[in-house]
T-cell receptor, first 117, second 114 residues
Framework: GAGVSQSPSNKVTEKGKDVELRCDPISGHTALYWYRQSLGQGLEFLIYFQGNSAPDKSGLPSDRFSAERTGGSVSTLTIQRTQQEDSAVYLC???????????????FGAGSRLTVL | QQQVKQSPQSLIVQKGGISIINCAYENTAFDYFPWYQQFPGKGPALLIAIRPDVSEKKEGRFTISFNKSAKQFSLHIMDSQPGDSATYFCAASRTGAGSYQLTFGKGTKLSVIP
């Protein structure tokens, strides 16, 4: 597609439920990132995928959070046993490559707004 | 540890005025400094970026000033327009081998009033 596509755009769930958020990056972009945007907290790095390399999971806040990227394209961020503090906008971004010129030029999706009641 | 500090948190500027947003970083290994612009309901979009080999970069009404010794950089928006009203994020990262995660500031909500 022309841009980074995320779904759902909005998700309301009850505390303790599991949620899955999907990201479809720009075709040909080998690098994919997940960020979390909380009110007044900027963008918090969660996880980074680059090609077939092991993902950089250093930003995941707890073991309730996990992500996978299938076939080097679509990614799913899973939050298990959701808590109210997980409420935020989850942003996905992709870039042409993880190395070299253009590596740092991230194109973001519109985000998935998660509300945990 | 917050590696990129951004100020102010919010800014109100009259149409035609100059908007200035400042950022400071701690990690001397950072060598790429972009600014992202975010409108409500949208993801951030790259506005302008600079590398430390230059002290200033200008694109239209937007200018980044970079002070390597002070580890500071700023965004200047000249002739600010109501359409510039958005949240602006500074960011920083390393380039070269390794992880390319951008570290973002907390954002500045800019309102340009007619």
């Amino acid at each position: 597609g022309a841009g980074v596509s995320q779904s759902p755009s909005n998700k309301v769930t009850e505390k303790g439920k599991d949620v899955e958020l999907r990201c479809d990056p720009i075709s040909g972009h080998t690098a994919l990132y997940w960020y979390r945007q909380s009110l007044g907290q900027g963008l918090e790095f969660l996880i980074y995928f680059q090609g077939n390399s092991a993902p950089d999971k250093s930003g995941l806040p707890s073991d309730r959070f996990s992500a996978e990227r299938t076939g080097g394209s679509v990614s799913t961020l899973t939050i298990q046993r959701t808590q109210q503090e997980d409420s935020a906008v989850y942003l996905c971004a992709s870039s042409r490559s993880g190395t070299g010129s253009g590596a740092n030029v991230l194109t973001f999706g519109a985000g998935s707004r998660l509300t945990v009641l | 540890q917050q590696q990129v500090k951004q100020s102010p948190q919010s800014l109100i500027v009259q149409k035609g005025g100059i908007s200035i947003i400042n950022c400071a970083y701690e990690n001397t290994a950072f060598d790429y400094f972009p600014w992202y612009q975010q409108f409500p309901g949208k993801g951030p979009a790259l506005l302008i970026a600079i590398r430390p080999d230059v002290s200033e970069k200008k694109e239209g009404r937007f200018t980044i000033s970079f002070n390597k010794s002070a580890k500071q950089f700023s965004l200047h928006i000249m002739d600010s327009q109501p359409g510039d009203s958005a949240t602006y994020f500074c960011a920083a990262s390393r380039t070269g081998a390794g992880s390319y995660q951008l570290t973002f500031g907390k954002g500045t909500k800019l309102s340009v009033i007619p």
